[in-house]
């Protein structure tokens, strides 16, 4: 089994839904992120959270919002959903590690939505 | 703040050619520097990483790369590449704050 997973794998929605992403993982990693790929841009943070009442935003967290549930799951809600958050949307863990040099991120498999 | 530059968008390559796609940062701290690969609808996979020491690292699937504290350089490198390594590869650098920064990445591809 993966050890992130990322519910739904696709989705199509339309301008103003409210739509929910979410991400489990089985790694037992306190930190979790969002990103979002865009063909030409990379990844890009969208939140991050270092412990389950630690969150925070990244660069492009307009639009969004994040819950993180528990240690294993982490999910990401576009309130209002707009044609420009059409994107690959990517979950991640890590773990610091000793001395928090290693900090290796595992990704989960995506999203893809669109809004329509 | 932190930013990463990979200075090829597209790197087309024959089969058992080598190859260099290259990666240079910037920041007023010091870094970690990653290299991951994404093959074509899947999630990012770590491919190396340098943290500290040897400035050569070794990484999987016969790929290094050259840390260049000088040139603020961290590119990649395969003597010989195969049809399967034909992927998007992305550079990355982390503090030790733990927020990383992604390159917009470069997309290898391998012709037979």
């Known amino acids: 089994d993966a050890d992130v997973t990322q519910t739904p794998r696709n989705r199509i929605t339309k301008t103003g839904k409210r739509i929910m992403l979410e991400c489990s993982q089985t790694?037992?990693?306190?930190?979790m992120y969002w990103y979002r790929q865009d063909p030409g841009l990379g990844l890009r943070l969208i939140y991050y959270s270092f412990d389950v009442k630690d969150i925070n935003k990244g660069e492009i967290s307009d639009g969004y919002s994040v819950s993180r549930q528990a240690q294993a799951k982490f999910s990401l809600s576009l309130e209002s959903a707009i044609p420009n958050q059409t994107a690959l949307y990517f979950c991640a863990t890590s773990d610091p590690g000793t001395g928090g040099l290693t900090d290796t991120q595992y990704f989960g498999p995506g999203t893809r939505l669109t809004v329509l | 703040a932190q930013s990463v530059t990979q200075l090829d968008s597209q790197v087309p390559v024959f089969e058992e050619a080598p190859v260099e796609l290259r990666c240079n940062y910037s920041?007023?701290?010091?870094?970690?520097l990653f290299w991951y690969v994404q093959y074509p609808n899947q999630g990012l996979q770590l491919l190396l990483k340098?943290?500290?020491?040897?400035?050569l690292v070794k990484g999987i699937n016969g790929f290094e790369a050259e840390f260049n504290k000088s040139q603020t350089s961290f590119h990649l490198r395969k003597p010989s590449v195969h049809i399967s390594d034909t992927a998007e590869y992305f550079c990355a650098v982390r503090t030790n704050a733990g927020k990383s920064t992604f390159g917009d990445g470069t997309t290898l591809t391998v012709k037979p």
């Open positions: 790694k037992g990693h306190d930190r």
């Open positions: 920041s007023s701290v010091s870094v970690y």
């Open positions: 340098y943290l500290s020491g040897s400035t």
